[in-house]
């Protein structure tokens, strides 16, 4: 099926390990973002891609840094993951830089210890 | 600056009852309006969507009209069932801003058979 697929979708982490999260779609969508939610903040941006090539910070992108590996693929990776860093992860897409909305992934819950 | 303002929840009501959930935004010029889903479990899904003054979203029962005179979009659907119960969030996207979209806090409805 179309979409955006998120992996893993669950994982639990030591203070101070490190984890990559992955994301790909196969919607042909030029611009992706990454995401957390947390109870009572909704969602914050953490970093997104525009086009392939490009990536800029969001609203709370501190402890992450991601890689647009293609058209297909943005990563977010924890170097050294926090207990403030457990959250829910999700990859999003859009075309058009977003104008007529995003498609999003499952996620994935993280918990760090 | 740009911000989205929903209704706190949970709302809950009984099946059938006439649901609406409130959505006020504040931006200069014409953003476009979004409503997302989120079952349990699950990432947003794009509800309905309005891109200017005076149009109408509609996407399974559910309804709503861009109202620039008050800055409101607000959720109604006539005859709610229990499977509608999910986490509900209003957006703002605004070309300026790289459609990057502003988000409500969400509002959890709970519908009872």
């Known amino acids: 099926n179309a979409g955006v697929t998120q992996t893993p979708k669950f994982q639990v982490l030591k203070t101070g390990q490190s984890m990559t999260l992955q994301c790909a779609q196969d919607?042909?969508?030029?611009?992706m973002y990454w995401y957390r939610q947390d109870p009572g903040m909704g969602l914050r941006l953490i970093y997104y891609?525009?086009?392939?090539?490009?990536?800029d910070k969001g609203e709370v992108p501190n402890g992450y840094n991601v890689s647009r590996l293609n058209k297909r693929e943005f990563s977010l990776r924890l170097e050294s993951a926090a207990p403030s860093q457990t959250s829910v992860y999700f990859c999003?897409?859009?075309?058009?830089?977003?104008?007529?909305?995003?498609?999003f992934g499952s996620g994935t819950r993280l918990t760090v210890v | 600056g740009n911000s989205v303002t929903q209704m706190e929840g949970p709302v809950t009501l009984s099946e059938e009852a006439f649901l609406t959930i409130n959505c006020t935004y504040t931006?200069?010029?014409?953003?476009?309006l979004f409503w997302y889903v989120q079952y349990p479990g699950e990432g947003l899904q794009l509800l309905l969507k309005?891109?200017?003054a005076d149009d109408k979203g509609s996407n399974k029962g559910f309804e709503a009209t861009y109202r620039k005179e008050t800055t409101s979009f607000h959720l109604e659907k006539g005859s709610v069932q229990v499977s509608d119960s999910a986490v509900y969030f209003c957006?703002?996207?605004?070309?300026?801003?790289?459609?990057?979209?502003?988000w409500g806090a969400g509002t959890k409805l709970i519908i009872k058979p």
């Open positions: 309005a891109t200017k």
């Open positions: 957006a703002l996207a605004k070309m300026d801003s790289n459609y990057q979209l502003i």
């Open positions: 931006a200069t010029g014409y953003p476009s």
């Open positions: 891609s525009a086009s392939e090539g490009t990536t």
């Open positions: 999003a897409t859009s075309q058009d830089r977003g104008s007529y909305g995003y498609t």
């Open positions: 919607m042909n969508h030029n611009s």
